[in-house]
């Protein structure tokens, strides 16, 4: 918000699944603080950090794909966790551009679904779209684009007092 764009995870139902932050996490490992816009008009962030020509989002924890249940499990560690693909090798171990997997396997097919919508990451798209452009499209901007903004209580709750809402971006 704000840089201008809003960068979000978006199905192919056309919602917006998840709200794309500088920590979340890209196809090619990296975090999306890690990658740029080359111009203003370039379509997608690259990679400062590898070869990768598009931020691509993909879920950074478990609790993400359902899998709410493994970081409970001891000796458990959160950081070494990849979304998997049907190959069984994580988003990781697959080319960042062409999606193969130094298996074979000829490109990325989830074995998770979205828990907003129960569609698999390929029937997603990460999107940057400007103010103006979420507008023309009747999706929220500003404060109105903020978790739990349309739910007053809740996100007091959640976020209490106005730099706790403020830091969630």
Same mark, same amino acid.
């Given at each position: 918000?704000?840089?201008?764009?809003?960068?979000?995870?978006?199905?192919?139902?056309?919602?917006?699944?998840?709200?794309i932050a500088p920590s979340a996490r890209c196809f090619c490992n990296h975090s999306y603080a890690d990658h740029f816009f080359v111009s203003p008009k370039a379509p997608y962030p690259i990679c400062k950090a590898c070869s990768c020509r598009?931020?691509?989002?993909?879920?950074?924890?478990?609790?993400?794909?359902?899998?709410? *249940?493994?970081?409970?499990?001891?000796? $458990?560690?959160?950081? =070494?966790? +990849?979304?998997?693909?049907?190959?069984?090798? #994580?988003? !990781?171990?697959?080319?960042?551009?062409?999606?193969?997997?130094?298996?074979?396997?000829?490109?990325?097919?989830?074995?998770?679904?979205?828990?907003?919508?129960?569609?698999? *990451?390929?029937?997603?798209?990460?999107? $940057?779209?400007?103010? =103006?452009? +979420?507008?023309?499209?009747?999706?929220?901007? #500003?404060? !109105?684009?903020?978790?739990?903004?349309?739910?007053?209580?809740?996100?007091?709750?959640?976020?209490?007092?106005?730099?706790?809402?403020?830091?969630?971006?």
């Amino acid at each position: 918000m704000e840089t201008g764009i809003y960068a979000v995870w978006r199905s192919s139902k056309g919602g917006d699944c998840t709200r794309i932050a500088p920590s979340a996490r890209c196809f090619c490992n990296h975090s999306y603080a890690d990658h740029f816009f080359v111009s203003p008009k370039a379509p997608y962030p690259i990679c400062k950090a590898c070869s990768c020509r598009a931020f691509a989002f993909v879920p950074s924890r478990p609790e993400e794909v359902g899998e709410w *249940w493994l970081p409970r499990r001891k000796g $458990f560690n959160v950081h =070494t966790w +990849r979304a998997k693909c049907r190959c069984g090798h #994580g988003h !990781d171990e697959h080319d960042p551009n062409a999606r193969r997997c130094r298996c074979g396997c000829s490109m990325f097919q989830s074995n998770f679904a979205c828990l907003v919508c129960d569609l698999k *990451w390929e029937d997603h798209e990460t999107v $940057f779209e400007s103010a =103006t452009e +979420r507008l023309m499209a009747g999706r929220p901007v #500003g404060e !109105d684009f903020r978790p739990l903004a349309d739910d007053s209580a809740i996100r007091e709750l959640v976020f209490p007092g106005e730099h706790g809402a403020a830091a969630v971006d």
